[in-house]
């Protein structure tokens, strides 16, 4: 599904995180530590290499919310934007949390003069957000955010159930 909203490209996919070689970025649902994990974090860090943790080190910790970045390593990615989401249940207040990953990485990517960028749906995981609540607060941010971005021209969800797409789907066709 794809729409364009304040002249950027929205588009919600089913599909590989580490295999987005059309964009320029891609982000990390990442740990604090910014090391190897599962889920998205595992399998970026499978795809790049041990330069990505090795690299990510000297910035670690990263708090929830927080956003940094690295060169891609052996991803087909210049760069990769880490992102700390909140632990459902935990980290409070979780949608403000959320959101500011996304606001964070937006920034990164603006900071860098990134045009294209694919997001995951950050904390949904291992995180435990649920994706009926994590995809509209996504999409909320990204539209908000959206009215002020000069670099960026394209954001992509790249999403790794079904499920998740039909959510993401669903928060997209709301805007």
């Known amino acids: 599904m794809n729409t364009i909203l304040h002249g950027i490209e929205l588009e919600c996919m089913k599909g590989d995180i580490a295999k987005q070689p059309d964009m320029e970025a891609v982000v ?7 090391m190897m ?3 998205v974090a595992g399998a970026l860090h499978r795809a790049a290499g041990p330069e990505l ?9 990263i708090k929830p919310g927080e956003a940094v970045l690295t060169e891609g390593f052996r991803l087909p ?4 934007i880490h992102c700390l989401g909140p632990v459902y249940g935990k980290d ?4 403000e949390l ?7 990485a937006l920034r ?25 609540e994590a995809a509209p607060a996504a999409m909320e941010e990204i539209a908000a955010q959206s009215r002020n971005l000069e670099q960026v021209e394209k954001i ?7 499920q998740d797409l039909k959510e993401y789907e669903k928060a997209l066709s709301r805007l």
């Open 108 to 132: 990164q990517a603006e900071e860098n003069n990134i045009k294209s960028i694919a997001f995951p749906s950050i904390s949904t995981g291992a995180f435990g957000y649920p994706v009926e």
């Open 92 to 95: 409070k207040p979780e949608s």
């Open 37 to 39: 994990g599962g889920g």
């Open 156 to 162: 992509r969800f790249v999403l790794f159930s079904s």
């Open 77 to 80: 990615n210049d760069v990769v």
């Open 28 to 34: 990390n649902a990442a740990n604090a530590e910014l």
């Open 53 to 61: 943790a090795e690299a990510g080190a000297p910035m670690a910790p």
């Open 98 to 104: 959320l959101q500011a990953c996304y606001w964070n």
